[in-house]
């Protein structure tokens, strides 16, 4: 499919990698891995075409395509979402356009002409083409990959230019999906993904037909996916058979063995040399010794390179707080007609763990405003308890930051007289290392800025941290620098993140945030809340009235229910179930019968397709035409069929998701 040989490139004094070799199969998933600035993404620009190599070559198959998403930067506008989005079957529509251009042209010959011959042969060929691509299915599956990627119908038709940076990458990645290269490349895709859309892509990725090449910071998605790593470490890219996980491991077990056998090595050259000292004066041994200086001097010494230190951090011993830290009733939160949170009781108990999750645009960024004080509810109160002090970093604290500032100055400016000293290991750990720490603020990148933001606010002692995406611009060694900080406070906090890895053991309740409905607490980790979601959508998809288990909703009541209470629950399932039957009746016979439709117009294409690929059928002239005419309307009508058909079995499997109760 692919095959990297001897590719070198170096920026000024500075090799990001030389002579790096491998090659990539099909349908096969590559990780690249390594710090922030080893050079990852500059592979996938040149893979992508992009950038050039001082040295080495690309070898791609003949019919390979290549797809590739950039972490940030991609703008659209002029269309709508939908319209931005079709462009990714460019070349479908433009087959159609040849297929329209050449049956005007066959209208005009004679069907016995040369001329006729030769436009029949083209129309046949774009014809197969089409057929392979299949209209009829385009717009359901822009709308599959676009809801996957936690798009609402309303905002199809919205122009892309309204839509945020974040949603602008997901357009990107939406296009590409639906274009399907052969070789996909991706630069951390998940960084602007909430949990239900990174699950999405997870599995979407998992079926996907070509061969992958994945950046990413979030390792869940990394171990779930990949089947080979590339790491890159100190100017050189070693391959890995299996995940990251697996990479971690194999790497530490063949430094193991490096320095064993670098200690095997140095003792045995001691002993030769010993025994050179021995008996150089020696004239009857001069044969021996002179043999052992030149087996000596062949000896290819091993290379143990130095292990990158791991960079310690923690938090500012933070004053106790009182038991109740912080008590919110009957939050509502409005602007204008927009609703974003109604009536949200919520408390934190000293020593709570929270992550605060769910789909973008639900409110949880909202809320970690109104829970750190930056912002107030429209309705509802907000009670600090005994001696707390709050830490907010939110995702626009690094456009807050003084851009005459150095990068030193500004955590100098927050700093306590404790952390005074620890201050360039503290802004080593978020990757400021070196002369790094004396850049201006306003020379930072977007990703370097929310980098000092984090290290400013964590220097201040604090009981109470609030973190809106702390991880998003930290490389894997940073982010389990944090969470081992976050592991050693003593203090609680409340973290709004999509990275489910770097949750799972720092936190011990999950508040999922779900538009339009109250938030949902989860006493467990991450692990345990997937879970539960899992179960929830296993029992959503169970037949109605039953559960799982197989057992129905009465038969799970509590047992110290009493039979009053058993007896008006049951009547009350009863009429939820004679409503859902209700609704649930129409949506059933309109699918048999889109079902029953869609399947006639199948029969009714595949049989036009095989008179229209015949070269003899279009010598009926008339009849040819007719036919051609009755295909491109047929396609339209199974275009519409197969939307309706979509639309119809998601309100079905909506209604019988509500069969299990919350």
């Given amino acids: 499919m692919l095959a990297v040989e001897d590719l070198s490139i170096q920026f000024g004094a500075r090799t990001l990698f030389s002579d790096l070799t491998f090659s990539v199969r099909a349908k096969e998933r590559l990780a690249l891995a390594g710090p922030n600035g080893a050079g990852k993404s500059t592979l996938l620009k040149i893979i992508a075409g992009l950038e050039t190599t001082d040295t080495g070559r690309l070898v791609k198959a003949r019919q390979a395509t290549v797809g590739y998403l950039p972490q940030e930067g991609v703008l659209h506008s002029g269309r709508t979402l939908f319209s931005e989005v079709e462009r990714a079957f460019d070349d479908v529509m433009t087959l159609r356009e040849q297929l329209h251009e050449v049956e005007q042209e066959m209208a005009t010959l004679d069907p016995q002409s040369e001329g006729y011959a030769e436009a029949l042969e083209i129309y046949g060929d774009v014809q197969m083409r089409l057929e392979h691509h299949d209209l009829s299915r385009m717009k359901p599956r822009i709308e599959t990959v676009l809801y996957g990627l936690g798009c609402s119908p309303e905002k199809l038709d919205l122009p892309t230019e309204s839509f945020s940076g974040g949603w602008q990458m997901r357009i990107a990645l939406a296009k590409l999906l639906l274009s399907e290269p052969s070789i996909l490349l991706l630069d951390e895709p998940t960084n602007h993904l909430d949990i239900e859309a990174i699950q999405w892509l997870e599995q979407w990725l998992r079926n996907y037909g070509g061969a992958i090449l994945l950046i990413s910071h979030d390792r869940a998605l990394l ?57 150089r004066a020696k004239a009857t041994k001069a044969r021996m010794v002179q043999s052992r200086i030149k087996q000596l001097e062949k000896v290819e010494i091993i290379e143990v390179e130095e292990e990158e230190k791991v ?110 000293t620890n201050l360039r290991t503290t802004l080593g750990a978020f990757l400021f290392r070196g002369d790094d720490v004396f850049k201006s603020v306003k020379v930072l990148s977007g990703g370097e800025r929310s980098r000092l933001a984090l290290a400013r606010m964590l220097l201040q002692p604090a009981n109470l941290l609030i973190l809106d995406e702390p991880t998003n611009h930290l490389d894997m060694a940073s982010q389990e620098m944090l969470q081992r900080a976050l592991d050693a406070y003593t203090g609680t906090y409340a973290i709004v993140s999509h990275n489910r890895a770097f949750l799972d053991p720092i936190v011990t309740k999950v508040l999922e945030f779900v538009p339009g409905r109250v938030p949902r607490w989860y006493h467990g980790n991450m692990t345990y809340f997937l879970e539960k979601k899992a179960e929830e959508r296993a029992a959503a998809n169970a037949p109605v009235g039953r559960s799982v288990s197989g057992k129905s909703p009465s038969a799970q009541a509590p047992e110290d229910a009493t039979p009053a209470n058993r007896k008006e629950q049951r009547r009350l399932e009863a009429m939820q179930r004679q409503q859902r039957t209700e609704k649930l009746k129409p949506l059933k016979t309109r699918l048999a019968a889109l079902e029953t439709t869609i399947a006639a117009q199948e029969t009714e294409k595949a049989a036009l397709t095989e008179k229209l690929l015949d070269p003899e059928f279009f010598k009926k002239g008339d009849l040819a035409r007719e036919a051609s005419e009755r295909f491109h309307h047929l396609e339209a009508e199974m275009e519409k069929a197969y939307t309706e058909w979509a639309s119809v079995s998601a309100d079905i499997e909506s ?7 919350d």
């Avoid at 194999?250 to 050259?269: M, V, W």
């Avoid at 209604?655 to 109760?661: K, R, V, Y």
Wanted: glycine share 10%; net charge positive.
């Fill in 223 to 279: 171990d779930a996916l990949t089947t080979r790593t590339l790491a890159f470490e100190g100017g050189k890219v070693r391959a890995y058979s299996g995940n990251y996980s697996f990479f971690l491991s194999e790497r530490a077990a063949r430094r193991e063995q490096l320095l064993q056998a670098k200690k095997n090595q140095t003792r045995e050259i001691e002993k030769a040399q010993q025994l050179i000292d021995r008996f």
């Fill in 311 to 420: 960079i310690g951090f923690n938090f500012p011993q933070p004053e106790r707080s009182g038991q109740t830290v912080v008590k919110m009733l009957g939050i509502q939160k409005y602007y204008g007609d927009l609703h974003v949170l109604r009536g949200v009781d919520f408390e934190l108990q000293r020593g709570d763990r929270v992550a605060l999750v769910g789909v973008n645009g639900a409110g949880k960024s909202t809320f970690s405003r109104i829970l750190a004080g930056a912002e107030a509810p429209t309705r509802g109160t907000r009670e600090l308890g005994h001696k707390v002090g709050i830490a907010y970093f939110s995702q626009n604290h690094a456009d807050e930051l003084d851009p005459s500032k150095t990068v030193l100055e500004t955590v100098e400016a927050t700093a306590t007289r404790a952390a005074l």
């Fill in 655 to 661: 209604l019988e998701g509500d069969a299990t109760p």
